[in-house]
C-alpha cells in the first residue's frame, strides 16, 4: 500500500534553534518527493522537488534530503523564525499515472520566541 | 496574476443540499486538482483533470462531480451534501503532471460545514 509517513506529528522549538523533520515513504515506483509548507488556512506552497537522482536540494535556510534506497527523506530548518510556524508536508508522486499522489498527514513546527 | 482562487472562502450547508465550489487559475495550466484536507489526514484527491474537457477519479471522488468546460476553470459539486464532507477543499494546478516533478500549486481553500 502508498503510504506516507512523518514525524513527528508535531515540535516546538525556540527561534534560532535548528530542526529536522522526517518521512518515510513506501510508494512506488517512485518519481518525486516534494516537501510543502503550510501556514495555518492557507493553501500548501512548495519548498523543494527531488527525483530519484538528487539526494539533497536547498531553498534558503530549508535543506532537504532523500535517500532513495531506504525510502527516507528529512527537512532540515536552519536558524528558526517565527515565520517558519507552519505544518510541514512530505509528498511522494508515482509514476503509475497521474493520480497517484500521496500526501503525508504533515509535522505541526511551533517557532517560541 | 492572481495563481489559484477558490470561491466561496466558506459555506455552511445542511444535509441534503447541493453546492458548486469554483477554482480558477490564470496561469495557463493544463492539470487542475480537487482535494479534502481532514484533520490528522494528508491531503486526498477527489478528482483531477488533465486538460479542457477531461475529468477523472481520484481517491474519494464518491458524493462529488466535476467538469472542466474552460481550461482555466474547474467546478467540484456536491449534488447532496453529507455530514461527512465538512471538510476544507483545496483546488491545485500545475502546467504537466506530477510525475515530471512539476510544482503544483494550490489555491487558498474552502471550508465548508455540512449540518
Known amino acids: 500500500k502508498n503510504q506516507v509517513e512523518q514525524s513527528p506529528q508535531s515540535l516546538i522549538i525556540l527561534e534560532g534553534k535548528n530542526c529536522t523533520l522526517q518521512?518515510?515513504?513506501?510508494?512506488?515506483?517512485?518519481?518525486?518527493l516534494r516537501w510543502y509548507k503550510q501556514d495555518t488556512g492557507r493553501g500548501p506552497v512548495s519548498l523543494t522537488i527531488m527525483t530519484f537522482s538528487e539526494n539533497t536540494k536547498s531553498n534558503g535556510r530549508y535543506t532537504a534530503t532523500l535517500d532513495a534506497d531506504t525510502k527516507q527523506s528529512s527537512l532540515h530548518i536552519t536558524a528558526s523564525q517565527l515565520s517558519d510556524s507552519a505544518s510541514y508536508i512530505c509528498?511522494?508522486?508515482?509514476?503509475?499515472?497521474?493520480?497517484?499522489?500521496?500526501f503525508g498527514s504533515g509535522t505541526r513546527l511551533s517557532i517560541r520566541p | 496574476n492572481a495563481g489559484v482562487t477558490q470561491t466561496p472562502k466558506f459555506r455552511v450547508l445542511k444535509t441534503g443540499q447541493s453546492m458548486t465550489l469554483l477554482c480558477a487559475q490564470d496561469m495557463n495550466h493544463e492539470y487542475m486538482y480537487w482535494y479534502r484536507q481532514d484533520p490528522g489526514m494528508g491531503l486526498r484527491l477527489i478528482h483531477y483533470?488533465?486538460?479542457?474537457?477531461?475529468?477523472a477519479k481520484g481517491e474519494v471522488p464518491d458524493g462529488y462531480n466535476v467538469s472542466r468546460l474552460k481550461k482555466q476553470n474547474f467546478l467540484l459539486g456536491l449534488e447532496s451534501a453529507a455530514p461527512s464532507q465538512t471538510s476544507v477543499y483545496f483546488c491545485?494546478?500545475?502546467?504537466?503532471?506530477?510525475?515530471?516533478?512539476?510544482?503544483?500549486?494550490f489555491g487558498p481553500g474552502t471550508r465548508l460545514l455540512v449540518l
Open positions: 483533470s488533465v486538460g479542457e474537457g477531461t475529468t
Open positions: 509528498v511522494v508522486s508515482a509514476y503509475s499515472s497521474a493520480s497517484k499522489i500521496i
Open positions: 518521512c518515510n515513504y513506501t510508494v512506488s515506483p517512485f518519481s518525486n
Open positions: 491545485a494546478s500545475s502546467s504537466t503532471g506530477t510525475r515530471g516533478g512539476e510544482t503544483q500549486y
